[in-house]
């Protein structure tokens, strides 16, 4: 059974850094992407940032720059260090797996991914 953790949200206010953490369990992602999105109130699920076997990585412009995505697959972990918080950067934060990847898909669109923890709240404040 594949299971998704997250952890590691908190409350900074804006300028700081919280680093995310993510074990997987129960899955084994070959050649797939796994990745992070965040989720505001009323609004849609958003792809942060997601990494490819070999570190290939990818970023919504948003966080380019301040965001930086990295796994320990020793550990089964994804991380996420997120650096210059504000407080657009609010949300409900969830890492992702897919159960297939078809070739060329968006590694940022969350309708690609099946499988996923059950979130952990981040919260910046001016």
């Known amino acids: 059974q594949v299971q998704l953790v997250e952890s590691g949200g908190g409350s900074v206010q804006s300028g700081g850094s919280l680093r995310l953490s993510c074990v997987v369990s129960?899955?084994?992602?070959?050649?797939?992407?796994l990745a992070w999105f965040r989720q505001a109130p009323g609004k849609e699920r958003e792809g942060v940032t997601a990494?490819?076997?070999?570190?290939?990585?990818a970023y919504a412009d948003s966080v380019k720059g301040r965001f930086t995505i990295s796994r320990d697959n020793a550990k089964n972990t994804l991380y996420l260090q997120m650096n210059s918080l504000k407080p657009e950067d609010t949300a409900l934060y969830y890492c992702?797996?897919?159960?297939?990847?078809?070739?060329?898909?968006?590694?940022?669109?969350?309708?690609?991914?099946?499988?996923w923890g059950q979130g952990t709240q981040v919260t910046v404040s001016y």
């Open positions: 990494i490819y076997p070999g570190d290939k990585t």
């Open positions: 129960g899955y084994m992602p070959g050649h797939y992407w």
């Open positions: 992702g797996a897919p159960s297939y990847w078809r070739s060329g898909s968006d590694p940022l669109n969350f309708r690609n991914y099946e499988y």
